[in-house]
Nanobody, 123 residues
């Protein structure tokens, strides 16, 4: 069973910065994708930023230019540097990974989630 453990959440004023870290229990190269999602109160969970297994990055339009996802393959960690934070960034942030297992003719998708870490942006 894969375990994802987040750290680094907290409270910050608008315009401030936070850095989230996700530690995976095994090599992050084995995942088809790994990254961050968030869920604000009353809203659906949404993608924030992810890495594909080829090393490509995807960002939500709302965070482009402010957030940066990075990875350390030796430590099996994926970090999210969040700058110029806005009140609308307030949410629980979840580390997520995805893999496809089994033979090509019978691929089984698997999603893994961390426990979540709260980020609050408020003056």
């Amino acid at each position: 069973q894969v375990q994802l453990v987040e750290s680094g959440g907290g409270s910050v004023q608008p315009g401030g910065s936070l850095r989230l870290s996700c530690s995976a229990s095994r090599s992050i190269f084995r995942f088809n994708a790994i990254g961050w999602y968030r869920q604000a109160p009353g809203k659906q969970r949404e993608l924030v930023a992810t890495f594909t297994s080829e090393g490509r990055t995807n960002y939500a339009d709302s965070v482009k230019g402010r957030f940066t996802i990075s990875r350390d393959v030796a430590k099996n960690t994926v970090d999210l540097q969040m700058n110029s934070l806005k009140p609308e960034d307030t949410a629980v942030y979840y580390c997520h990974s995805y893999e496809e297992v089994g033979p090509v003719e019978r691929v089984v998708p698997r999603h893994y989630w961390g426990q979540g870490t709260q980020v609050t942006v408020s003056s």
